[in-house]
């Protein structure tokens, strides 16, 4: 029997994504989980996975296409099946194309080689290439675009930088030992990219709406940094567990004792969630993204490592799987790497808190009236008050502390 292929939800506030490749064409064999095709949300490229297995019997909207949530996009099924098409998704406007958020507008300089075609309007781009184009000073206008429509993607602008192109690439003529800092500037106005957007829109909707309250606390770390170096002689480079898979693995062993900050609200009512699904922030080029350890609480220490692993890397190269991105039940984001001591976030809707964790350092502590070096790491809840009080937050905070201070409790 025909089954119809709709555009999944992709995020909280997802309303459409962009259909950029189909992978497979009419008449071609499909099994569940291949990709069928590539759609671009706000935040990255996702591959869209087949439901079902069979032929694809019709491509419902046109590659470049903005479809809404929801909206069939395919029909797979028996070969020689008939099937009745439902109504394909409305057309996007011609100014969503000519006019992307992230736009920057390049002009072609006068010096553009010849066999290069002068740009007659706005360069169609991906909001991923541009990004890439503008970190890497690379001009669009010289890029030659292999997407829908000559629409320039990711992969192009890679092409570009590979290639060294020098029309393609904009580097500084003067070295770097004659450079003068000028004594003024003009301003520079940066368009914000659809991530940007994205993430502005879901923050300021967060604290306007939700009254958060927060609770820090400090956790003896030596117990987790010398496991961990007992784990990772085990394993092999590409498999080491990090600080932060240990965090995860506590804090989804803890919820499970506080099925009420592992939960959303919804009208009156709290809805408490049965699984256990970790949100991880991963810094991506433009802003951040949320990929999901699902049922983080029955995974071993290696699995969330290897996952997290694998879909950070898909988030960064914006090649994201549907289910990275969905489905947390709590988030956490870690800036310890970057050498910060502590931090509050902002709870990322409709989850009802967020944890937000620094540095593990070394510090003086003082143990039993004397003064000893110690490992040290401060983390802070951020919690919706309209689901949990701070006294709950506090045992929450001290709950996590006699798995982190006691490791060995995470693994049996």
């Not at 709950?392 to 201070?405: D, K, N, S, V, W």
């Amino acid at each position: 029997m025909a089954e119809t292929i709709n555009m999944p939800k992709l995020g909280f506030d997802m309303a459409e994504g962009v259909l950029v490749r189909w992978v497979k064409q009419v008449g071609e064999n499909i099994n569940k989980g291949d990709v069928l095709a590539e759609i671009e949300t706000d935040k990255a490229t996702v591959e869209v996975e087949s439901p079902a297995s069979g032929v694809v019997l019709q491509l419902i909207v046109d590659q470049g296409t903005s479809v809404p949530v929801n909206a069939p996009i395919a029909i797979v099924g028996e070969a020689g099946e008939k099937v009745d098409a439902p109504a394909a998704a409305p057309k996007p406007e011609a100014k969503s194309e000519e006019k992307p958020a992230a736009q920057t507008a390049p002009t072609p300089a006068a010096t553009t080689q010849a066999s290069t075609p002068a740009a007659s309007g706005p360069v169609k781009a991906s909001p991923l290439a541009r990004k890439v184009a503008k970190d890497n000073g690379v001009d669009l206008a010289t890029v030659q675009g292999t997407g829908p429509g000559g629409r320039v993607v990711r992969k192009d602008v890679e092409a570009a930088l590979s290639s060294s192109q020098p029309s393609a690439v904009s580097r500084p003529s003067t070295p770097i030992t004659n450079y003068q800092l000028p004594t003024s500037v003009e301003d520079k106005v940066v368009p914000t990219t659809k991530l940007r957007q994205a993430i502005g829109r879901r923050l300021v909707e967060s604290k306007q709406t939700i009254p958060h309250f927060y609770v820090t606390h400090e956790y003896k770390m030596e117990a987790v940094m010398d496991m961990r170096k007992q784990i990772n002689a085990y394993l092999g480079d590409n498999e080491k567990v990090s600080v932060n898979d240990f965090i995860i693995k506590a804090t989804a062993l803890t919820l499970r004792q506080f099925p009420n900050l592992n939960a959303t609200l919804k009208g009156n009512e709290i809805i408490q969630f049965g699984h256990v699904n970790v949100g991880v922030a991963v810094t991506v080029p433009g802003g951040l993204m949320t990929v999901v350890v699902k049922d983080a609480d029955v995974k071993s220490m290696r699995q969330i490592s290897g996952e997290i692993k694998a879909m950070a890397a898909r988030a960064r190269e914006g090649k994201v799987k549907p289910e990275d991105v969905d489905g947390s039940t709590f988030s956490t984001s870690n800036l310890g790497m970057y050498d910060v001591e502590e931090f509050i976030a902002i709870v990322n809707p409709p989850e009802a808190a967020i944890l937000a964790i620094g540095s593990a350092k070394e510090t003086p502590v003082v143990v039993n009236g004397e003064i000893k070096i110690g490992s040290r790491m401060k983390a802070t809840i951020s919690v919706d008050h309209r689901v949990s009080d701070g006294a709950e937050a506090a045992q929450f905070m001290q709950t996590l502390a006699e798995f982190l201070e006691n490791p060995v409790r995470m693994l049996v």
